[in-house]
């Protein structure tokens, strides 16, 4: 398998709503921001499946409760918008690999969700399937525990270089990349998370299944403090940006 690395400058959204349909040789990478009053949030006891919301309901503090619920809202926003169902019409089956994918869908896309803190990323896919994953910088985190029980020998060589902000945006962009590549396969996170290489020297991986193909991953840093990774399986694909308001207007339409 061939890894191509990338790191970008930044995630510029873009102001106008991307065409509803396929994107052939794009990723659309979405993102919503908590807030007190979530129009998202607050459509979510009708909009919601029973199992979205049994899910959520599990969950331990409100405020993870709060962000799940108005994350899907938003992620059957986005996704409605490229099939041109409704986002209560749409429904969702689990792969093999329990990942979730459409069902009865007029086109075929990927996706995938993230979230932390207060912030909810939804990556799409056209002709290549996606996973995406954000983490909060926290202050006192023990990165270097959780990376001497979790990096791969190459990455904690390159994490040990590093002093301060640098070592702490290096040891979040390293986690999410795991993560990222782990939610595309569908494993998620499992027990093999040192024996995955994303140090960029020579770094060598295994995909599930053993199928040789491209991984294709980038990384970015947001002003309000997230690291963010995507993976793709396609070699290169242009990537967009856009923000959680473009399709909030959506909430108020009939259904």
Same mark, same amino acid.
């Given at each position: ?130 996973? +995406?994953?954000?983490?909060? +910088? ?66 060598? +991986? ?20 997230? +690291? ?28």
């Amino acid at each position: 398998m061939k890894l191509h690395f990338n790191d970008l400058a930044g995630s510029i959204a873009e102001s106008k709503t991307p065409a509803s349909g396929v994107s052939p040789g794009e990723v659309h990478v979405w993102s919503h921001k908590l807030r007190a009053e979530d129009s998202f949030f607050a459509h979510a006891t009708r909009m919601l499946s029973e199992a979205e919301l049994d899910k959520a309901n599990k969950y331990h503090f409100e405020k993870d409760k709060k962000l799940y619920m108005a994350g899907h809202v938003f992620a059957r926003n986005v996704i409605a918008h490229y099939t041109s169902l409704e986002p209560n019409e749409l429904r969702f089956a689990q792969e093999g690999n329990m990942k979730p994918h459409l069902v009865d869908s007029p086109i075929k896309i990927k996706f995938n969700l993230s979230h932390s803190e207060e912030l909810v990323l939804i990556a799409v896919g056209f002709d290549n399937d996606v996973g +995406i994953d954000t983490e909060f +910088i926290m202050d006192n985190f023990d990165t270097d525990g959780f990376a001497e029980s979790n990096f791969h020998e190459n990455e904690l060589a390159e994490f040990r270089k590093l002093k301060g902000d640098e070592q702490a945006d290096h040891f979040y962009k390293i986690w999410t990349l795991k993560e990222a590549f782990l939610k595309l396969t569908g494993e998620g996170i499992n027990d093999h998370l040192r024996d995955i290489d994303f140090s960029g020297n020579k770094s060598s +991986i295994k995909y599930p299944g053993g199928a040789p193909r491209d991984l294709w991953l980038c990384s970015w840093k947001r002003k309000d403090n997230y +690291i963010c990774s995507l993976a793709s399986d396609r070699s290169e694909p242009k990537v967009r940006f856009f923000e959680s308001s473009l399709v909030e207007s959506l909430l108020n339409e009939d259904f």
